[in-house]
């Protein structure tokens, strides 16, 4: 059994800064993919930022520049700090990783969520 539990969201001013932090537990063989997607009420869930196995980074344009997404393998980890937070980036975060579990094929493994909200 394999889960995803996120953690870090809240309430912050604009201009402000969160990290956010997923980590992966279970019979894990192996790790490839992993991101954050968010849904802001009425919207369709969106990719904010994934990381490859061997680091390589790509971001929604509309995050460049203030959110970086990192990951640690030996934790099973992955994280986004967020930084100069804006209202419309209010939203729940969920993270997303594509997982071997042992004696198993990968799958897209998703979190609960956490909720981010921008507010003054």
């Known amino acids: 059994q394999v889960q995803l539990v996120e953690s870090g969201g809240g309430l912050v001013q604009p201009g402000g800064s969160l990290r956010l932090s997923c980590v992966a537990s279970?019979?894990?063989?192996?790790?490839?993919?992993m991101g954050w997607f968010r849904q802001a009420p009425g919207k369709e869930r969106e990719l904010v930022a994934e990381?490859?196995?061997?680091?390589?980074?790509n971001y929604v344009s509309s995050v460049e520049g203030r959110f970086t997404i990192s990951r640690d393998n030996g934790k099973n980890t992955v994280y986004l700090q967020m930084n100069s937070l804006k209202p419309e980036d209010t939203a729940a975060y969920y993270c997303k990783a594509i997982i071997r579990a042992r004696g198993d094929i990968y799958r897209n493994y998703w979190g609960k969520g956490t909720l981010v909200t921008v507010s003054s």
């Open positions: 279970g019979s894990i063989f192996s790790i490839n993919r």
């Open positions: 990381i490859t196995s061997d680091g390589t980074m």
